[in-house]
């Protein structure tokens, strides 16, 4: 009992450090990008001047809210510079739990995870939006103008991104639970339906209270569901293979 007592304080001061360099990641990414803020909140916006109509302009209804909009944009940037950093350490900390032949791809882990991460910001960037934001403002009339606040629209956009980055992750987090044994390709068919219904309400509870960005981040996560069928099947771990992790 004491023994797993210790063993348990010790994941807890190693999770701990993992989760204090990730912040001081995420720090120094908002401290850099914070010099840029304005730039990259430009940079979110040209998706949203592209559908709206000539002339029309962001605002923003309290003395602060543009400062902190900018501190928000620099945040959500930081996440993204310092994703990397968050993602090794991910791996230092789910490391002891691996055979030694698995703890040699750490360098190619650290780079999918993170190509999965920006490629999901990425779909929601160039795909999610534009089609989303057309959507939306083509319900506005001669009599109904848009008049968007700068919060509420980084708010939105902040959602969408960091929820389409995690998701994406989905195939490499089923990797890994397959390469431990966890699951399989045939638990994963046979579940299918079961995580239909759950891809649909994380769908709804993930994404702002509409149809369309719903139907528009299930319809990718069942795709990577299928896509995590075939990874476990291919690099799940095979039962013959005996190894005790270091």
Same mark, same amino acid.
């Given at each position: !009992?004491?023994?797993?007592?210790?063993?348990?304080?010790?994941?807890?001061?190693? +999770? @701990?450090? @993992? #989760?204090?360099?990730? +912040?001081?990641?995420?720090?120094?990414?908002?401290?850099?990008?914070?010099?840029?803020?304005?730039?990259?909140?430009? +940079?979110? !916006?040209? %998706?949203?001047?592209?559908? #709206? %109509?000539?002339?029309?302009? !962001?605002?923003?209804?309290?003395?602060?809210?543009?400062?902190?909009?900018?501190?928000?944009?620099?945040?959500?940037?930081?996440?993204?510079?310092?994703? %990397?950093?968050? +993602?090794?350490?991910?791996?230092?900390?789910?490391?002891?739990?691996?055979?030694? @032949?698995?703890? @040699?791809?750490?360098?190619?882990?650290?780079?999918?995870?993170?190509?999965?991460?920006?490629?999901?910001?990425?779909?929601?960037?160039?795909?999610?939006? %534009?089609f989303g934001f057309k959507f939306f403002l083509g319900f506005a009339t001669d009599l109904i103008k848009p008049a968007l606040k700068i919060k509420e629209y980084l708010s939105f956009c902040s959602i969408l991104l960091l929820t389409f980055g995690f998701v994406f992750e989905l195939p490499l987090f089923i990797l890994f639970l397959a390469k431990l044994g966890v699951v399989d390709a045939r638990m994963l068919s046979r579940n299918r339906r079961y995580v239909v219904l759950a891809i649909f309400a994380a769908a709804a509870i993930l994404t702002p209270p509409d149809v369309v960005t719903q139907f528009m981040m299930a319809g990718p996560l069942l795709i990577l569901y299928e896509v995590s069928i075939w990874v476990a099947k291919v690099f799940g771990k095979k039962k013959e293979v005996e190894e005790t992790p270091e």
């Open positions: !009992m004491e023994e797993q007592k210790h063993t348990f304080i010790e994941h807890l001061a190693e +999770l @701990r450090k @993992r #989760l204090i360099i990730s +912040l001081i990641a995420v720090g120094i990414g908002f401290g850099i990008c914070y010099i840029f803020s304005k730039e990259i909140f430009h +940079l979110l !916006m040209i %998706p949203l001047n592209k559908t #709206l %109509p000539p002339e029309t302009t !962001m605002i923003f209804t309290s003395l602060p809210e543009a400062f902190f909009t900018y501190l928000k944009v620099a945040l959500l940037a930081g996440i993204f510079v310092a994703s %990397p950093v968050v +993602l090794y350490q991910i791996w230092l900390f789910v490391a002891p739990a691996l055979y030694s @032949r698995e703890k @040699r791809y750490v360098i190619p882990f650290v780079i999918l995870s993170t190509l999965l991460f920006i490629g999901g910001a990425s779909f929601g960037y160039f795909v999610v939006f %534009p």
